[in-house]
């Protein structure tokens, strides 16, 4: 049993991943590269490209799903908290990715969750969902209720059913071992419904692999996800296709924080951001630059480490062919960070009104959406 300190990463609560290397070692996270070649180049995510997708659990089955034009789920949901941040994006691109391949998505506001693990009231959690579906509509996912099925955990009966029959088969030491030990049985009992979560489209929909895209912060619940489906009490009842799983390393906080976190709000923007505040933030991004310009031209800079080069990687750089230039310029020392980081929110600005447009066309239907589940 792991204590605390232990733990490569506490999912249920501060999501830092404290060692990549030891998380895909011991989660059993298999390399994208086994499985990119099966997938035709003109189909591949952009992140499957630039590493930011790095590996995946049992993806083989769903890419014969996309090749075959077969059935398959896509699973994926929000923590209602706030506005929709930066961080959440890479999620949302993997998510319509999917979808755009043939997937049918199954969507969770995980509002039990939030109660948990924030204290938020259900109605607040509603609230907040409204203005995060028509982000996430906005950036394409598809609202026809034939592709998109949203719902959320105090209100779907499935999940909340199938996450009290799936903690029968689960013991407190196999919690503690995956999640650490929390003083609160509340967060188990919110894993156990994200359980619930990532197999509901096989039980409203029958067996069908299933993949869930995620950041390598929640490789636990992958893990528990499986062991439960392969129970042989579930694939007698429903034959579970183990569900298939990709990681994405996680965006780091812009300040040079290890993590983007609303608490830091210098670490982090939302789209809905006045835009002023956003180049206040880039202009105090950490970078990998040197400490003059005369130094960077010679000695050139280190895009690795840098805050505003990730932000081009994950979202706002859509040609690889103008990203790798811009790695190449800032290792030689031609690039320096000012102009770079003007290129950022420049980019960052065309985004976000391009978004907004999109966002304020969809709130009409977010709303309508959210007031019909509470009814
Ligand atoms: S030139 Fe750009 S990519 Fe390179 S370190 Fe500076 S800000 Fe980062």
New binding site residues.
């Given amino acids: 049993m792991s204590n605390n300190d232990e733990l490569i990463v506490d999912a249920l609560e501060t999501g830092v991943v404290k060692d990549y290397n030891r998380l895909i070692q011991e989660f059993g996270i298999e390399p994208l590269s086994d499985v990119i070649d099966a997938i035709p180049e003109s189909k591949q995510h952009i992140f499957m490209k630039r590493g930011v997708m790095f590996g995946h659990t049992d993806l083989k089955q769903v890419i014969e799903c996309i090749n075959n034009s077969t059935s398959f789920a896509v699973m994926t949901g929000i923590k209602p908290s706030g506005q929709y941040h930066v961080g959440s994006l890479t999620t949302a691109s993997e998510v319509v990715y999917f979808q755009q391949l043939g997937g049918r998505v199954s969507f969770c506001i995980a509002d039990i969750e939030s109660y948990v693990s924030s204290g938020l009231s259900f109605d607040k959690a509603a609230e907040i969902a409204i203005d995060n579906i028509a982000d996430l509509f906005a950036l394409g996912l598809d609202p026809n209720p034939d592709n998109t099925f949203i719902y959320s955990q105090s209100e779907e009966k499935l999940v909340q059913k199938y996450g009290h029959i799936f903690s029968s088969h689960v013991t407190l030491n196999t919690l503690k071992s995956i999640y650490g030990e929390k003083l609160r049985v509340g967060y188990y009992n919110a894993a156990l419904i994200q359980v619930a979560d990532i197999l509901l489209p096989q039980i409203r929909w029958g067996s069908m692999p299933t993949v869930t895209p995620i950041g390598a912060d929640q490789a636990p619940h992958a893990r528990l996800t499986r062991d439960i489906a392969r129970k042989e009490v579930f694939q007698e009842e429903f034959k579970f296709k183990l569900p298939s799983f990709t990681y994405h390393t996680m965006l780091q906080g812009i300040d040079g924080s290890e993590k983007m976190s609303k608490s830091v709000p210098m670490s982090v923007f939302s789209m809905d951001e006045d835009i002023k505040d956003i180049h206040k933030k880039i202009n105090n991004a950490l ?3 040197r400490d003059t310009a005369a130094e960077q031209r010679e000695k050139g ?3 690795e480490v ?1 805050r ?2 990730d932000l081009f990687k994950f979202m706002f750089e859509s040609d690889d062919k103008r990203l790798t230039l ?1 790695m190449n310029q ?1 290792k030689s020392g031609e ?3 000012g102009p ?2 003007k290129d950022l929110k420049q980019n960052i600005e065309e985004f976000q009104q391009n978004h907004l447009e999109k966002k304020s066309q969809m709130i009409e239907l977010s709303t309508e959406l959210i007031r019909n589940m509470k009814n």
């Fill in positions: 970078t990998g630059g800079a280190n895009p840098c505003v080069f811009r800032c690039l320096l960070c770079c980081k």
